[in-house]
């Protein structure tokens, strides 16, 4: 029996009834799409509104002719428009398969620039200069932090992104973007001591080898404020992230006690010099290693007992990137398993994709409970950045 209101109802008034009560829990989900199927609403206007309703965005739908029934339009920003004709990409270098730019090219028609850097510091300076033009870029969590607070990131438009949902849960709501809004997590590693087995006395366990005369001009530490300096907090038993006066000037004296012994501060290219045997104790991350070890297999890498940096490195878009769908169409392709496991594969770190890592050859462990007791993510420095900026101009120049 129909009270005699609603059957005066018009049909888009009792259609937009029916969302209201879906939205506010009165009407449950099957029963919404079947009353909405007897007040004759089309099928996409139907998952359109479930869709508002669930909280989460689904793939674009391709566009229909009119139903010709009441429509309901879900919230939310306007669509991003066609894929664009170009990407222009960010990243760390030796951090993607060789063939994954080619391979998404070859497959949307999209043409990609590729550019690379090797610190953090490096990224947030481009970006804030401005007009970078990049549409993705590839920053660790703390560099989040620093790009969010200076409003240089766009937000993720997850309904762009359905592979979204091969991210693992260790690697969803992360302390630098709580509600998954602005990055797309790429690899995760760890920064400790690589060596050659073959020339050193014995394997090293301490950040204390690059305070051993014995290996002068043979060591070097990276080029990287936040790894050195981190370093040596953690040599003392402090925070990473510590912003205390009297343990960031125990940091610098240990800091220029080894930079006596060092032969340079360099990141990446060390590879090389490892691989040749001009450097035999290196301050390196534990991908970057077993690349180098694919070319020397005596090259090894250990975790000091002092403990070091664990970081997820995440692919964002920064503001006003001039190809925004096309940005998110690189995000859903890198986030297949197959794509994210060739990746991995590469460069050696551990995915955070778990469709992906399920996928990989020699798929990296994340730490568990008792090893992560040794390692560290870091944090935004914020008021502390300006003391660590000098400590780091004092080290270098000393
Ligand atoms: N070759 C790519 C290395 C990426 C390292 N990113 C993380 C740095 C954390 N300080």
Redesign the pocket.
């Given at each position: 029996m129909s009270d005699d209101s609603t059957s005066k109802k018009t049909l888009a008034q009792q259609t937009l009834a029916l969302a209201d009560g879906l939205a506010d829990g009165r009407v449950d989900r099957r029963s919404f799409v079947r009353g909405a199927l007897a007040l004759g609403l089309g099928l996409p206007s139907i998952a359109a509104v479930l869709q508002a309703c669930s909280g989460s965005e689904a793939p674009p739908e391709t566009p229909k002719a009119p139903t010709g029934a009441a429509v309901v339009k879900p919230a939310g920003p306007p669509d991003l428009g066609e894929l664009e004709k170009e990407l222009k990409i960010y990243n760390?270098?030796?951090?993607i398969a060789e063939d994954t730019v080619a391979n998404f090219e070859k497959e949307s028609g999209v043409k990609v620039t590729y550019d690379t850097f090797e610190s953090?510091e490096e990224l947030i300076a481009k970006l804030q200069a401005g007009a970078s033009g990049y549409d993705l870029v590839c920053p660790?969590g703390y560099a989040v932090q620093v790009l969010l607070a200076l409003k240089l990131l766009e937000e993720l438009r997850p309904k762009y992104i359905p592979n979204l949902g091969n991210v693992a849960p260790q690697f969803r709501k992360m302390a630098f973007d709580p509600t998954d809004a602005y990055a797309v997590p790429w690899q995760w590693?760890m920064?400790g001591i690589a060596y050659r087995a073959d020339k050193v006395k014995a394997p090293p366990d301490s950040w204390a080898v690059f305070h051993d005369a014995q290996y002068k001009g043979k060591m070097t530490m990276m080029d990287?404020m936040?790894?050195v300096i981190g370093a040596w907090l953690k040599f003392r038993g402090k925070s990473l992230n510590s912003s205390v006066p009297e343990d960031l000037a125990a940091a610098k004296a240990d800091a220029l006690t080894a930079k006596a012994l060092l032969q340079s501060y360099v990141s990446?290219p060390v590879k090389g010099q490892l691989v040749a045997g001009d450097v035999w104790i290196a301050q390196l991350?534990n991908g970057?290693t077993l690349q180098a070890k694919a070319e020397n297999d005596k090259i090894d890498w250990i975790l000091p007992k002092e403990g070091g940096?664990i970081?997820a490195?995440s692919m964002v878009i920064p503001k006003g990137a001039p190809n925004p769908r096309a940005a998110h169409a690189f995000l859903d392709y890198i986030l297949r398993a197959d794509v994210g496991a060739a990746i991995s594969d590469f460069t050696g770190y551990g995915s955070p994709n778990a469709a992906a890592t399920a996928k990989m050859a020699k798929p990296v462990p994340y730490p568990t409970e008792e090893q992560m007791k040794l390692l560290e993510f870091?944090s935004d420095l914020a008021g502390a950045s300006g003391a660590w900026d000098q400590i780091w101009t004092e080290i270098k120049a000393g």
């Amino acid at each position: 029996m129909s009270d005699d209101s609603t059957s005066k109802k018009t049909l888009a008034q009792q259609t937009l009834a029916l969302a209201d009560g879906l939205a506010d829990g009165r009407v449950d989900r099957r029963s919404f799409v079947r009353g909405a199927l007897a007040l004759g609403l089309g099928l996409p206007s139907i998952a359109a509104v479930l869709q508002a309703c669930s909280g989460s965005e689904a793939p674009p739908e391709t566009p229909k002719a009119p139903t010709g029934a009441a429509v309901v339009k879900p919230a939310g920003p306007p669509d991003l428009g066609e894929l664009e004709k170009e990407l222009k990409i960010y990243n760390w270098s030796d951090y993607i398969a060789e063939d994954t730019v080619a391979n998404f090219e070859k497959e949307s028609g999209v043409k990609v620039t590729y550019d690379t850097f090797e610190s953090n510091e490096e990224l947030i300076a481009k970006l804030q200069a401005g007009a970078s033009g990049y549409d993705l870029v590839c920053p660790s969590g703390y560099a989040v932090q620093v790009l969010l607070a200076l409003k240089l990131l766009e937000e993720l438009r997850p309904k762009y992104i359905p592979n979204l949902g091969n991210v693992a849960p260790q690697f969803r709501k992360m302390a630098f973007d709580p509600t998954d809004a602005y990055a797309v997590p790429w690899q995760w590693g760890m920064t400790g001591i690589a060596y050659r087995a073959d020339k050193v006395k014995a394997p090293p366990d301490s950040w204390a080898v690059f305070h051993d005369a014995q290996y002068k001009g043979k060591m070097t530490m990276m080029d990287d404020m936040r790894d050195v300096i981190g370093a040596w907090l953690k040599f003392r038993g402090k925070s990473l992230n510590s912003s205390v006066p009297e343990d960031l000037a125990a940091a610098k004296a240990d800091a220029l006690t080894a930079k006596a012994l060092l032969q340079s501060y360099v990141s990446a290219p060390v590879k090389g010099q490892l691989v040749a045997g001009d450097v035999w104790i290196a301050q390196l991350w534990n991908g970057d290693t077993l690349q180098a070890k694919a070319e020397n297999d005596k090259i090894d890498w250990i975790l000091p007992k002092e403990g070091g940096v664990i970081w997820a490195d995440s692919m964002v878009i920064p503001k006003g990137a001039p190809n925004p769908r096309a940005a998110h169409a690189f995000l859903d392709y890198i986030l297949r398993a197959d794509v994210g496991a060739a990746i991995s594969d590469f460069t050696g770190y551990g995915s955070p994709n778990a469709a992906a890592t399920a996928k990989m050859a020699k798929p990296v462990p994340y730490p568990t409970e008792e090893q992560m007791k040794l390692l560290e993510f870091q944090s935004d420095l914020a008021g502390a950045s300006g003391a660590w900026d000098q400590i780091w101009t004092e080290i270098k120049a000393g």
